[in-house]
């Protein structure tokens, strides 16, 4: 009793009783969405995040990751036939043309064009099928077991499929890249071709510009996948991931979740943490508190634990 008026005393009932609510699947028009906090190495809050699905233009996470780790951004690519008439969302390449990789890797990550994306995979892989099984062999050595590739660009395929927790999983590899992870961030675009001609492009992502720290990653649409959107935003020294596929908004789905993400692992639960040492303590903790801020509090905990906790 007297444990619990220290507590009471120390932390106002509103931090041991209400933790933040969790996420209702209402709330969110996506069928599956994954809320993750990097800094933290936690999944916040899921729904079916292991439910295939298309993944429209998210694929071109995995053609810009191939394409940074394989290749120079100073190469010179000639544009093919196959690549500039390839449809829907493009740049307007033209066969025979030479473009530097640097310009259509921007292309791919800001603008998603889809003729860039083919180009690149030419580039890469020699031809469109041996990049995709270059794609395919990295999504297995990246643990990413629930996801296919059919072709570099993610138009409408029925052997093309991820789930949100693997579209996560990919955009975490891809924003370790400092590369990829600023063209992730960019808002606009300005191309140069090889005869030095601008042109000026905005970015798909529209969440750069309206939800505050936002710096990435990628938008998909097509009419099978609907909205998908893998998204990243930092805010106090941390980052949280959101992805979603299928969704009626993706913009609304991924900012929600990003508004809970960083409601949770507050100071409140910091200083909690150290309170877990002491066995009694810790007895009084699980008897006050919810299950979800419980087992936010214990993996804090092994964080803590170590020698050197995200918050030092």
């Not at 493009?90 to 990789?101: E, F, H």
């Amino acid at each position: 009793m007297v444990l619990l008026l220290v507590l009471a005393l120390a932390f106002p009932p509103a931090v041991l009783r209400a933790p933040v609510p969790v996420v209702a699947t209402t709330a969110i028009s996506a069928p599956s969405w994954v809320l993750y906090d990097d800094t933290y190495d936690y999944e916040i809050a899921a729904h079916r995040p292991d439910r295939p699905g298309p993944m429209a233009s998210t694929t071109k996470l995995m053609t810009a990751l191939l394409v940074a780790e394989n290749t120079s951004l100073a190469d010179t690519v000639t544009i093919s036939q196959r690549a500039a008439t390839t449809r829907h969302k493009r740049i307007r390449l033209q066969a025979g043309d030479s473009w530097a990789v640097g310009e259509l890797l921007e292309a791919l990550m800001v603008v998603s064009a889809n003729d860039a994306a083919v180009a690149l995979a030419e580039h890469v892989g020699g031809d469109v099928a041996a990049f995709v099984e270059i794609m395919n062999r990295r999504a297995g050595e990246l643990g990413l077991d629930n996801t296919r590739y059919a072709n570099p660009h993610g138009l409408d395929s029925a052997e093309q499929h991820t789930t949100v927790r693997d579209l996560v999983t990919l955009a975490r590899e891809v924003m370790a890249r400092p590369v990829l992870a600023r063209l992730a961030a960019q808002q606009h675009a300005v191309l140069v071709d090889g005869e030095g001609v601008a042109t000026r492009w905005d970015a798909t992502n529209e969440l750069l510009s309206s939800y505050p720290g936002a710096i990435g990653v990628k938008t998909g649409w097509t009419t099978r996948a609907g909205n998908v959107l893998v998204a990243a935003a930092e805010h106090d020294g941390r980052r949280i991931y959101a992805a979603v596929m299928g969704s009626e908004d993706a913009n609304a789905d991924v900012a929600s979740l990003l508004d809970r993400g960083f409601a949770v692992f507050g100071s409140a639960e910091r200083r909690l943490v150290p309170l877990m040492e002491d066995r009694q303590k810790a007895r009084a903790l699980r008897a006050e508190l919810a299950d979800d801020m419980l087992a936010r509090l214990a993996h804090l905990r092994g964080l803590w634990k170590r020698a050197v906790a995200p918050w030092e």
